[in-house]
């Protein structure tokens, strides 16, 4: 798919929607967290709608009337974002952290150092490795590189 004419951005209606962001998020991490089992899947995917979206300030993205990426925010840190496998490389995945950066631009993040999509696709965007942790912040032994957004150009 090439890239969407048109994606809106706007803020998550409610937990009526988790139901779609865990799908959003399932493909997106079938596709990109190679390094996840099948149980380490489902131990996340049991959390995503009862502990992680509800602390996060949702931000989704919408192109033909469907969410196909999703942010989440907490205290000027990117705590996720997922973007539907089909629209990955389409801009989905650029418009949301650039949104982040414009409300918080000393944003920073964690990615999983078993991605190394993700490493680049953070990096691309100017963003800089700043330390490194041996597990994920639920305790799991899946490495996380913290990052910082790019110094604002005056």
Do not use: K
């Amino acid at each position: 798919m090439s890239g969407v004419t048109e994606i809106e951005l706007r803020r998550c209606a409610g937990e009526h929607e988790f139901a779609r962001l865990v799908e959003v998020w399932r493909s997106a991490v079938r596709a990109t967290h190679r390094f996840l089992t099948a149980d380490d899947i489902a131990f996340y995917e049991g959390r995503m709608a009862q502990v992680y979206l509800p602390a996060v300030d949702l931000t989704v993205a919408v192109t033909g009337g469907r969410i196909v990426g999703f942010s989440g925010l907490a205290d000027g840190r990117l705590e996720m974002l997922f973007v539907e496998d089909e629209y990955r490389g389409t801009g989905v995945g650029s418009v949301l952290p650039a949104d982040a950066v414009r409300r918080y631009p000393a944003l920073t993040l964690d990615v999983n150092e078993q991605n190394p999509s993700a490493v680049a696709f953070y990096r691309r965007r100017g963003f800089v490795v700043t330390g490194r942790s041996e597990t994920d912040g639920d305790g799991r032994p899946f490495p996380l590189l913290h990052l910082s957004a790019p110094e604002p150009t005056p």
